[in-house]
């Protein structure tokens, strides 16, 4: 622990901290919606679960989120590796 604040501004460790928070917390919800017959039934995935998971690129992988911060929108980057361009 001392390394890491010898080594970062703790302003920034308790950023990074509360983001990774945030995501779990996060991902345990979405696994309570999906895993939850009751809630998943009554879940919409067009109008409810795609626009909350498109504001959450870093779900799918670090370069879907640095893509979305670069672009500074909501855009899909060009297409899975390996994969068709969309």
Do not use: Y
Not at 53 to 59: F, G, P, R, S
């Amino acid at each position: 622990m001392k390394n890491l604040l010898d080594s970062n501004d703790l302003t920034h460790v308790i950023s990074a901290a509360t983001t990774v928070t945030n995501r779990l917390n996060f991902i345990q919800a979405l696994h309570k919606i999906l895993a939850d017959e009751d809630l998943h039934k009554n879940i919409r995935g067009v109008d409810q679960l795609h626009p909350m998971v498109n504001k959450i690129l870093w779900l799918f992988g670090e370069d879907w989120h640095m893509t979305q911060e670069r672009a500074g929108t909501h855009q899909h980057p060009p297409g899975p590796p390996g994969g068709p361009p969309r």
